[in-house]
């Protein structure tokens, strides 16, 4: 299987800042990796898909980039409704493996 | 507008088996499939397989192979997930979703205690 391997584990930032969340899977995916967001007590929640498409609904503070083996989503200023847990997802494969999620908190 | 309704939670003794449904509505079942994805508390997103809801198809986890069953019924628009012979540390939010096949719709999430 894929591993998704994603850095830093937890990220202490500011309301405003611009945040760089990163994901390395093992072995080249393509672009086909999708970005998700969860609060404590929540579903997740999709926010990018293939690599850099917004999902519906998705506020354009947040972008996706990258393919192959490395990928990145940034949000270009945090909201306070942005403290959450984030993961990556690979479905290049049948086996659609998720990153170990990043937690991003209030400095 | 798409929904999936999950059922509720469950308590189950070591050894057991449960069986979670996934009641899909608001767009066509059969053109997608259904993801699980679990979560055990305080850790990370762990994806269980999916499978399609037209013809049936699966494909679970390695981790999962033998005690997971997976299964739809397009008749009521309604997704399944089974996981037999049940241990403390299958004791994790489940969660079905619409597979795309990244997941783009999430059930509301289903709490599954093992516990003697």
């Known amino acids: 299987d894929i591993q998704m391997t994603q850095s830093p584990s937890t990220l202490s930032a500011s309301v405003g800042d611009r945040v760089t969340i990163t994901c390395r899977a093992s072995q080249t995916i393509g672009n086909w990796l999708a970005w998700y967001q969860q609060k404590p007590g929540k579903a997740p929640k999709l926010l990018i898909y293939k690599a850099s498409n917004l999902a519906s609904g998705v506020p354009s503070r947040f972008s996706g980039s990258g393919s192959g083996t490395e990928f990145t989503l940034t949000v270009s200023s945090l909201q306070p409704d942005d403290f959450a847990s984030y993961y990556c997802?690979?479905?290049?494969?049948?086996?659609?493996?998720f990153g170990q999620g990043t937690k991003v908190e209030i400095k | 507008q798409v929904q999936l309704v999950q059922s509720g939670g469950e308590v189950k003794k070591p050894g057991a088996s449960v069986k979670v449904s996934c009641k899909a509505s608001g767009y066509t079942f059969t053109n997608y499939g259904i993801a699980w994805v679990r979560q055990a508390p305080g850790r990370g997103l762990e994806w269980m397989g999916y499978i399609s809801a037209y013809n049936g198809n699966t494909h679970y986890a390695q981790t999962l192979q033998g005690r997971l069953t997976m299964t739809t019924d397009a008749s009521t628009g309604t997704a399944y997930m089974e996981l037999r012979s049940l241990r403390s540390d299958d004791t994790a939010i489940y969660y079905c979703a619409r597979d795309s096949p990244f997941s783009d719709y999430w059930g509301q999430g289903t709490l599954v205690t093992v516990s003697s």
């Open positions: 997802q690979e479905f290049n494969t049948d086996s659609r493996t």
